[in-house]
C-alpha cells in the first residue's frame, strides 16, 4: 500500500468518527467509569481490602501507641491490633472469622508463624519496624487456600 492509501484511509476513519460522534456521543464519564469497574473488579479479585479502623474518640494532636487494621477479600475477614512496646518493637493481636490453622507474619525475609486459636485469636510479639505482610492457611469448603494482605507500614 502507498502513502496516499494510508491517508485516505485515515480520513475516511476521522469522517466515520466524527459522524459517530456527533450522532451518537459517548455519554459523559463512561470511560473514567469503565476504568474505575475495571480496576475495582482487579482489586476485588486479587487483592484484599486495607482499611484504616479509627475509633470514635481518636487522639487529635500526638502519636497514638495503637492502631487497628482490617482486611478483607468479600470471604475472609483479618482484624490486627498493632501495639508499640518499649525499645521500638510492636505486638500485634489479630482475630480471622475463617477456619485458619496458621499465620504468618512476613517482614522482608524475617518470618514468624503462630498457631490460631479457639474463635481465630492469634498474636505475635517482638514485630519490628517496617513493611509487613500477614498470610493465613484457610481451609474453606474441604479446599486449603492462602489469605494474604497486602502489605502495610508499622
Do not use: C, N
Amino acid at each position: 500500500m502507498e502513502t496516499d492509501d494510508f491517508a485516505a484511509d485515515a480520513a475516511l476513519f476521522a469522517q466515520l468518527r466524527a459522524a459517530w460522534q456527533e450522532r451518537d456521543p459517548l455519554p459523559a464519564g463512561l470511560i473514567d467509569r469503565m476504568v474505575a469497574a475495571v480496576a475495582v473488579e482487579d482489586l476485588s479479585r486479587e487483592y484484599a481490602l486495607l482499611t484504616l479502623v479509627e475509633g470514635e474518640y481518636a487522639e487529635v494532636r500526638g502519636e497514638s501507641d495503637t492502631s487497628t487494621l482490617q482486611f478483607s477479600d468479600g470471604k475472609t475477614s483479618v482484624l490486627l491490633h498493632v501495639t508499640a512496646l518499649e525499645g521500638g518493637e510492636h505486638r500485634i493481636d489479630g482475630w480471622v472469622d475463617a477456619a485458619a490453622h496458621e499465620v504468618r507474619l512476613v517482614q522482608g525475609e524475617r518470618e514468624q508463624k503462630s498457631k490460631v486459636g479457639e474463635h481465630g485469636r492469634f498474636a505475635f510479639d517482638g514485630v519490628r519496624t517496617g513493611l509487613t505482610r500477614v498470610r493465613l492457611a484457610i481451609t474453606r469448603d474441604d479446599e486449603a487456600s492462602w489469605f494474604q494482605t497486602p502489605q502495610f507500614e508499622i
